[in-house]
């Protein structure tokens, strides 16, 4: 688990000095005076993060040292849940996520918040009480919209679709 | 003085004053502890309607709603490890750990007593020390808040989990996640979509970080992690506990005063700061971050310790040391009076009917803190399976509501799946988020003494302030090292 926390945290640097900096945080062709240019902040940290991915990996191949690197062993949080169930049951929320933000512009923020709340209701295990449940799903969603539509006068997107068949 | 502030108390001892802030309090409470929902939105939701009052009850009622909502961010902070508030994100270290062991009252009454605690002291200390913190914290420059940063994230770095390099690599991210948007010289950096021009908000991220991954982990572990739905349980906070919490709850409160008296470094700081100090003196470390009531003594008094004395620079200098301390600059200026050293000369009176009135919150907010927490204990009944997408829900409506705009709730997903990464990898999320919160006072403090040193790097230890704080961060690290030695080789 060290070495590969290592080596991510020292690739995820490394990828943001070596990639994302030249890309995206352009130098100015003028700088007045004396002042440091706007990537020097960002390079300074990402060259400390590698660094410290680095020291992380050093430390990680030697067992005397690993302490120090790895006190608690992460690896022990997964428990004896087979890999590729708790990586199934990841992909299922992050799913869930990546499709109520596009569901919002199609059905409206409402039904949206609802359908994720179902969801997330499943995926959590607590839809064996359905009615609950479903009630839950319903009910919170829409008292919320209406607390914040009405008192603080937030305008939630309707949705394309549902506008289109004028509701 | 004395003569002023007797004239003052009869002044605000009214029953319309006392409804006023009962009212801010309460409603700070809850809007405090609804994650989403933040001080700064109750301070801002409540400002339009200060237009139609009398001016001081007018401050009184925002200033009310700040120390509610800032003792509110300890409430989900313990029951539901989501912090309502920046401020209370080191309250869920302890908070919730004892919240799990079937203690949640201990935890809440404990915030509440230290939360009190550090508002009065706080406020005495507005009375009694203003002018001349203000002037001391006026005196810090550039390099000096540098330092004073770079310790602040030493000691957060070194104190959250069991590792200073996880700690550190944890502040980088923040640090970096913190420079996307529009740099203080206009240019934009990491700007992949044109939103993220203007950056990340703190909310989305801060709410992100916390609330997304227990739900993600209730989700991903559910037959592996025990869910017992957490009762109020053990209410007490026995003599003993008080006396053994009463030095980190003191210390704190002065560590809140001095931190919020210097503009913008707030109440996070400060918790965050108080809290590495209890651990570092306190008998009882090994048991911080597990349930340990001085951790909650430590946080709670130092965030709430900031509420009086962010007010210092505001009404000495006219300078807001955060968000909120802006609204009320507003506010001030709405009803005429500019605060600043004239503030003194020509409103003096309405000044001692503030500290007077401030005074007398700190005392309602202990009624209010005891009133609600029997109401918000009911959370803590309510089901983990069920209360995590609940809460998932109530921060999409909170945060949407804040910005009108699905960018932050992006953020706010994202951040959330980015956080149960950092669980995974037993990566702390604390340094990260003081260090997105502090990131742009840094840089921006860094490049300013650059700037004036002619980019002489030599500039940042170059005053007797520069070198105290190199050296407490040198010597959190060196202690810190040593303590991890001691680990290993036991």
């Known amino acids: 688990m060290g070495i590969a926390r290592g080596v991510i945290i020292t690739a995820l640097f490394g990828f943001v000095l070596l990639v994302l900096i030249p890309i995206y945080v352009p130098r100015p062709s003028f700088i007045p005076g004396f002042a440091p240019p706007p990537d020097m902040w960002p390079r300074t940290v990402s060259i400390i993060g590698m660094v410290l991915g680095l020291l992380l990996l050093g430390l990680s191949f030697s067992k005397k040292t690993q302490a120090i690197a790895d006190p608690e062993d992460a690896g022990s949080i997964r428990g004896d849940t087979p890999l590729p169930t708790l990586l199934l049951r990841?992909?299922?929320?992050?799913?869930?996520?990546?499709?109520?933000?596009?569901?919002?512009s199609l059905l409206g923020f409402l039904l949206a918040s609802i359908l994720l709340l179902v969801a997330m209701l499943v995926l959590t295990g607590y839809w064996r009480n359905r009615w609950v449940a479903l009630i839950v799903a319903v009910a919170l969603p829409l008292l919320l919209y209406l607390f914040f539509s009405s008192a603080l006068n937030t305008r939630f997107p309707t949705g394309s679709l549902l506008r289109a068949l004028g509701v | 003085?004395?003569?002023?502030?007797?004239?003052?108390?009869?002044?605000?001892?009214?029953?319309?004053?006392?409804?006023?802030?009962?009212?801010?309090?309460?409603?700070?409470?809850?809007?405090?502890?609804?994650?989403?929902?933040?001080?700064?939105?109750?301070?801002?939701?409540?400002?339009?309607?200060?237009?139609?009052?009398?001016?001081?009850?007018?401050?009184?009622?925002?200033?009310?709603?700040?120390?509610?909502?800032?003792?509110?961010?300890?409430?989900?902070?313990?029951?539901?490890?989501?912090?309502?508030?920046?401020?209370?994100?080191?309250?869920?270290?302890?908070?919730?750990?004892?919240?799990?062991?079937?203690?949640a009252g201990k935890a809440l009454n404990m915030a509440l007593y230290s939360s009190c605690t550090g508002?009065?002291?706080?406020?005495?200390?507005?009375?009694?020390?203003?002018?001349?913190?203000?002037?001391?914290?006026?005196?810090?420059?550039?390099?000096?808040?540098?330092?004073?940063?770079?310790?602040?994230?030493?000691?957060?770095?070194?104190?959250?989990?069991?590792?200073?390099?996880?700690?550190?690599?944890?502040?980088?991210?923040?640090?970096?996640?913190a420079t996307v948007g529009e740099d203080m010289y206009g240019s934009f950096r990491f700007d992949l979509t044109v939103d993220m021009q203007g950056g990340l908000a703190v909310a989305p991220v801060l709410i992100g970080l916390f609330a997304i991954p227990e739900l993600l982990k209730i989700v991903v572990f559910r037959n592996t992690e025990a869910q017992k739905p957490m009762q109020l349980g053990d209410n007490k906070v026995t003599r003993a506990e008080l006396r053994r919490s009463l030095k980190s709850m003191l210390k704190g409160s002065m560590i809140g005063v001095v931190m919020g008296a210097i503009p913008g470094i707030g109440p996070s700081a400060a918790a965050f700061s108080s809290y590495g100090e209890a651990q570092r003196s306190s008998k009882h470390r090994e048991n911080f971050g597990k349930g340990e009531v001085e951790g909650i003594a430590a946080s709670e008094s130092a965030n709430n310790g900031c509420c009086g004395s962010t007010m210092i620079p505001l009404l000495a200098l006219g300078v807001p040391g955060d968000v909120i301390t802006g609204v009320m600059l507003g506010a001030f200026m709405i009803h005429g009076m500019t605060p600043g050293p004239m503030l003194f000369e020509n409103n003096l009176h309405e000044v001692y009917m503030l500290f007077i009135g401030m005074l007398f919150s700190s005392i309602l907010l202990f009624g209010a803190g005891k009133a609600t927490m029997r109401f918000f204990s009911h959370i803590s009944r309510i089901p983990p399976g069920l209360m995590a997408p609940i809460v998932l829900i109530l921060c999409l409506f909170g945060i949407f509501s804040i910005s009108n705009s699905m960018y932050d709730v992006i953020v706010l997903l994202a951040m959330g799946v980015f956080g149960f990464f950092m669980f995974l990898f037993a990566i702390p999320a604390a340094p990260f988020l003081i260090a997105f919160i502090l990131g742009p006072m840094l840089e921006e403090n860094l490049r300013r003494a650059l700037a004036i040193s002619r980019g002489d790097p030599s500039i940042l230890v170059s005053s007797p302030i520069t070198w105290l704080f190199a050296s407490l961060a040198v010597f959190v690290i060196v202690i810190t090292i040593r303590q991890q030695l001691k680990k290993a080789k036991a």
């Open chain 2, 119 to 177: 508002d009065f002291i706080s406020n005495i200390s507005l009375i009694f020390i203003a002018a001349p913190l203000a002037l001391l914290a006026l005196r810090i420059g550039p390099p000096e808040y540098f330092m004073l940063m770079v310790f602040a994230l030493t000691t957060v770095a070194g104190v959250s989990g069991r590792s200073l390099l996880l700690g550190l690599v944890s502040a980088c991210l923040g640090l970096l996640l």
């Open chain 1, 90 to 104: 990841f992909g299922w929320s992050v799913l869930a996520f990546a499709l109520f933000v596009a569901a919002v």
């Open chain 2, 1 to 103: 003085m004395l003569n002023d502030l007797l004239i003052a108390f009869q002044a605000v001892a009214t029953f319309e004053n006392f409804l006023i802030m009962a009212a801010g309090i309460w409603g700070g409470v809850i809007i405090g502890a609804i994650p989403g929902m933040t001080g700064t939105m109750a301070v801002t939701l409540a400002l339009p309607f200060t237009f139609y009052m009398q001016p001081i009850p007018s401050i009184l009622l925002l200033v009310a709603l700040y120390k509610g909502s800032t003792y509110g961010g300890s409430v989900s902070a313990i029951l539901i490890k989501t912090p309502g508030t920046a401020s209370a994100a080191c309250t869920t270290l302890d908070g919730y750990p004892l919240a799990r062991q079937g203690k």
